[in-house]
């Protein structure tokens, strides 16, 4: 397990500004969901538009969402995007350009999926929308090595939860999984959640309250396997890329994650950027670092 971890001088971006913007909203607001979800539909805005890249809306395995097609791309190999926002915010067209960017660093090609959103559909209906997708994928000839899951924040938690889900029922897996941010204690016991709530800008412990109740119900334990990874046995796991914000406050689902699939033999790759927010990687086309590290993901992929 390759890593790096740095100091906690938090980092002046578009990104921090829009989780501001956002937090002092929600304060000051009552919103209802569809509020809600309109509102984290901005979570494009610091992300700049990738040039020669081409989208178009479908659906697979019975869930829609959008492709991303880079110029040139290599349209055997998928990147399958589960975008964040709580399982219950978010979209894919709140994704696309940060989906369409790890696609042109890879030469892939991306599917963001339009997963069905709690708490209308809660756990596992999420989990199960991208195992169709998946498995409708290797239904279209594409090689199941070929497909990477790939997500953010809660999306990150469905990226590596879809995999699980698979080995579970002795399924194909892909051949890489990617987490952003991953978002995996459903019991909010972990430290950072404390250390680093003055740094970050956007995630609180009633914020994700409330999405834990709205997801989970009370049907689903907190500690189950496929809804927290963090309890999961990564025995044959495909290999893993997780990065993280040093100074967010989920920082330390990704190191728990990555200590724990390192543990069962995964080959596990980690990044901790310094001074960076939850899910920095939208920051891409505007930040010099965010596009270092994407091109070394797709490199990553590549390899």
């Known amino acids: 397990m390759s890593s790096s971890?740095?100091?906690?001088?938090?980092?002046?971006s578009a990104l921090r500004n829009l989780y501001l913007d956002w937090s002092e909203l929600m304060a000051t607001h009552e919103l209802d969901i569809r509020l809600f979800r309109s509102v984290f539909d901005e979570w494009h805005q610091p992300t700049i538009e990738p040039e020669d890249v081409t989208y178009k809306e479908e659906t697979v395995g019975g869930v829609p969402g959008i492709w991303a097609f880079p110029a040139g791309a290599d349209r055997s190999k998928v990147l399958l995007y589960t975008h964040g926002g709580g399982f219950a915010v978010g979209s894919a067209a709140s994704h696309r350009k940060l989906a369409a960017h790890v696609a042109k660093a890879a030469g892939a090609t991306a599917f963001v999926l339009d997963y069905r959103?709690?708490?209308?559909?809660?756990?596992?209906?999420?989990?199960?929308?991208?195992?169709?997708?998946?498995?409708?994928l290797?239904?279209?000839?594409?090689?199941p090595e070929d497909v990477t899951t790939i997500g953010d924040s809660a999306g990150g938690n469905l990226a590596i939860a879809i995999p699980l889900a698979l080995k579970a029922k002795g399924?194909?897996?892909?051949?890489?999984?990617?987490?952003?941010?991953?978002?995996?204690?459903?019991?909010?016991?972990?430290?950072?959640l404390v250390t680093n709530d003055a740094t970050d800008a956007l995630i609180s412990v009633p914020l994700l309250e409330g999405?834990?109740?709205?997801?989970?119900g009370e049907t689903t334990s907190p500690s189950a396997p496929l809804a927290n990874p963090l309890y999961a046995d990564f025995t044959?796991?495909?290999?893993?890329?997780?990065?993280?914000?040093?100074?967010?406050?989920?920082?330390?689902?990704?190191?728990?994650v990555a200590e724990r699939a390192k543990s069962a033999g995964v080959d596990v790759t980690l990044h901790i950027a310094e001074g960076q927010q939850h899910v920095y990687p939208?920051?891409?086309?505007?930040?010099?670092?965010?596009?270092?590290?994407?091109?070394a993901i797709g490199q990553w992929l590549r390899h």
């Open 117 to 136: 959103r709690a708490p209308e559909h809660p756990h596992p209906a999420q989990v199960d929308d991208g195992v169709a997708a998946f498995e409708a």
């Open 236 to 256: 044959g796991f495909p290999p893993l890329y997780v990065n993280a914000g040093s100074v967010e406050s989920l920082v330390d689902n990704a190191t728990r």
């Open 171 to 192: 399924r194909p897996l892909p051949g890489h999984v990617i987490a952003f941010s991953p978002w995996l204690d459903m019991e909010n016991r972990g430290a950072t």
């Open 211 to 216: 999405m834990i109740a709205g997801v989970l």
């Open 138 to 143: 290797l239904e279209r000839g594409v090689h």
């Open 5 to 12: 971890s740095t100091a906690t001088a938090v980092v002046p």
């Open 282 to 295: 939208f920051l891409a086309g505007r930040d010099a670092d965010v596009d270092a590290e994407l091109a």
